[in-house]
């Protein structure tokens, strides 16, 4: 089950760095509307599943299709942004993530407890949604470059100038990721030790009360300083992820809930904050490139975890698998707090100034 959660992520490690500049060569647009169209290829091919085979195939193309759109989509809430609030579009990004994933675990539940054609339904509701994305953009304004560059693989690289801000501001994301694969790859498996429950509906209503969570929280975020979340959401994700391996020792239904509740605002505060800070640091003509490379690293992350701690629940038990996985993540956090104190925030000119030099105020 975790190698299927993990094909997503082995995708966009691939996708990344070969196409992480396509956008800034060829636009925004062109290359969500790639992205988007192979979610919505992925939706059909689960649809029609007959067996586990076509699971990695439909993991595949998620995976490539979010390789492409979610660089391009970020860079472009940044250069879109007519708010004049720099951290405004690292706050859509979040509350829109934790919209969808509440959404999704909901729904689906519903639809495989109380419907028929258990597995079908939610890849229709996606390819829907697919579908309808597609149109907007469609509608929405060409935003190719004036001078078209030509495309070739790029070599990830960071400014030199910005790269423990990068450092900091990745760390932060995967954080928020990886903890992210533990709750979604094992999560459910949890609750059935925990409830004695084969029911879809609640498995999926008890995780969506994390999304739900991060979504809130991120909510009240657009006015924070971005290094503020970051220092704040590391202290929640260790926490978050004491609470977990209590849970998982105990199998304690109440101590569950509070890693939902932790972890969802820890996720918020680290995942806002990480990408409020690149936005502020990054050039607006690498934007599109530092930004898959720092998705691709914490998506690298987020796979490790999900394939190790996986790996330890088949061979071991749940609780060696989600306590490893405690002392691994602890262990980023720690880095992270380092980063943060040999690397001061600089003055609040000098984190504007990248924001100010843009036309379109993002």
């Given at each position: 089950m975790t190698s299927v959660?993990?094909?997503?992520?082995?995708?966009?490690?691939?996708?990344?760095?070969?196409f992480g500049n396509l956008s800034d060569l060829i636009g925004r647009r062109q290359v969500m509307l790639v992205g988007v169209a192979l979610i919505g290829a992925s939706a059909l091919v689960f649809a029609v599943a007959p067996n586990v085979g076509y699971l990695f195939v439909g993991?595949?193309?998620?995976?490539?299709?979010?390789?492409?759109?979610?660089?391009?989509?970020?860079?472009?809430?940044?250069?879109?942004?007519?708010?004049?609030?720099?951290?405004?579009?690292?706050?859509?990004?979040?509350?829109?993530?934790?919209?969808g994933l509440t959404l999704a675990l909901l729904v689906s539940g519903i639809f495989a407890e109380y419907l028929p054609l258990p597995l079908v339904w939610s890849y229709v509701v996606l390819l829907a949604l697919s579908a309808a994305s597609i149109m907007a953009l469609l509608a929405s304004p060409d935003d190719r470059p004036a001078v078209r560059a030509g495309w070739r693989p790029q070599t990830p690289f960071v400014p030199a100038g910005i790269r423990i801000g990068f450092a900091i501001a990745t760390l932060s994301v995967a954080l928020a990721y990886s903890v992210g694969a533990i709750f979604l790859s094992l999560g459910a498996h949890m609750i059935g030790q925990f409830t004695s429950t084969d029911n879809t509906a609640v498995v999926g209503a008890l995780l969506a009360m994390s999304a739900f969570f991060i979504g809130g929280t991120g909510l009240f975020l657009a006015k924070v300083p971005a290094r503020t979340l970051v220092w704040s959401g590391t202290a929640l994700t260790l926490l978050s992820l004491a609470l977990m391996a209590a849970a998982s020792t105990v199998r304690s239904l109440p101590l569950f809930l509070a890693w939902c509740v932790v972890g969802g605002i820890a996720y918020s505060l680290a995942f806002t904050g990480g990408l409020g800070?690149?936005?502020?640091?990054?050039?607006?003509?690498?934007?599109g490139a530092i930004l898959s490379l720092l998705y691709l690293i914490a998506y690298t992350l987020q796979?490790?975890?999900?394939?190790?701690?996986?790996?330890?629940?088949?061979?071991?038990?749940?609780?060696?698998?989600?306590?490893a996985g405690a002392v691994g993540l602890g262990v980023l956090c720690l880095a992270?707090?380092?980063l943060l104190l040999v690397h001061p925030a600089p003055a609040r000119s000098t984190q504007m100034a990248p924001?100010?030099?843009?036309?379109?105020?993002?």
């Open positions: 959660f993990a094909t997503y992520q082995l995708a966009l490690m691939v996708v990344l760095p070969l993991r595949m193309l998620q995976g490539a299709g979010a390789g492409l759109a979610m660089g391009a989509a970020t860079a472009s809430l940044v250069e879109n942004n007519t708010t004049g609030n720099p951290r405004f579009a690292s706050t859509v990004a979040t509350v829109a993530t934790a919209a800070l690149i936005n502020q640091l990054a050039p607006q003509h690498h934007r796979a490790v975890t999900a394939l190790g701690v996986g790996a330890l629940a088949t061979s071991g038990t749940l609780g060696l698998a989600v306590g992270t707090v380092v924001q100010q030099g843009q036309p379109t105020g993002g």
